[in-house]
């Protein structure tokens, strides 16, 4: 079966290290998404894109990158981590355009905690 | 500019009895609208959407939702409470008037259903 996969599940990293999350994708889908969930702040869009070599930036991008250089993942890097960016990262994706309405598929999350 | 509300952070039901989970939006041109669950330590799942049609939408578990364009709020309901369906329910909005911009998701809902 096709599915979404995140990596690594739980991570602990230090302040200014840069840390990189995994997504991968075997729908072939062509529009990718990473989100942030924050107690009292429910799922917040840190990037996403809608194709190969195609990036947008969310509503909460600061501190935070990626890069699509395949269909299949969409790796999210935090460049210099920091204490605010502990939180867990979901990672989803549709098909069709991106007018399109097709639901999202999402990964089973990577909690980070940076000390 | 697109946005959600999901008016209670926690809403209580016994088991058998009938749920309700609001969900306002604001939009400039008209919505799509989503319904999404979370259980523990698990990425969100696609439970219905509302795009044109019926004002009934009915999904996956026995959910469904009623879209209101007078009050703007798009309600998932359920007729019998499942202790099962004790988990985190987010709706989420798209403009249609703005072309490429992704869904904005609320804060989140979580409902207990007590046995």
């Known amino acids: 079966d096709a599915e979404i996969t995140q990596s690594p599940r739980h991570k602990i990293t230090e302040t200014g290290r840069q840390v990189t999350l995994a997504c991968h994708q075997t729908?072939?889908?062509?529009?990718m998404f990473w989100y942030r969930q924050d107690l009292g702040h429910g799922l917040r869009l840190i990037h996403y894109?809608?194709?190969?070599?195609?990036?947008n930036k969310g509503e909460v991008s600061d501190g935070y990158s990626v890069s699509r250089s395949n269909t299949e993942d969409l790796p999210l890097t935090l460049e210099s981590a920091a204490s605010s960016q502990t939180s867990v990262y979901f990672c989803?994706?549709?098909?069709?355009?991106?007018?399109?309405?097709?639901?999202?598929?999402f990964g089973d999350g990577t909690r980070l905690s940076i000390l | 500019a697109q946005s959600v509300a999901q008016p209670e952070d926690q809403v209580n039901v016994a088991e058998g009895n009938p749920l309700t989970v609001k969900c306002t939006y604001s939009?400039?041109?008209?919505?799509?609208l989503f319904w999404y669950v979370q259980y523990p330590n698990r990425g969100l799942q696609f439970l219905l959407k509302?795009?044109?049609?019926?004002?009934l939408v009915k999904g996956s578990y026995g959910f469904e939702a009623e879209f209101n364009k007078s009050q703007t709020s798009f309600h998932l309901k359920k007729p019998s409470a499942l202790v099962s369906d004790s988990a985190l329910y987010f709706c989420?909005?798209?403009?249609?008037?703005?072309?490429?911009?992704?869904?904005?998701f609320g804060k989140g809902t979580r409902l207990s259903v007590i046995a």
């Open positions: 509302y795009i044109t049609g019926d004002n």
């Open positions: 989420a909005v798209r403009d249609n008037h703005r072309g490429n911009t992704p869904l904005v």
């Open positions: 989803a994706s549709s098909e069709g355009s991106p007018h399109s309405n097709q639901p999202q598929h």
């Open positions: 729908w072939n889908h062509n529009n």
């Open positions: 939009v400039s041109g008209n919505p799509y």
């Open positions: 894109s809608y194709g190969v070599q195609d990036t």
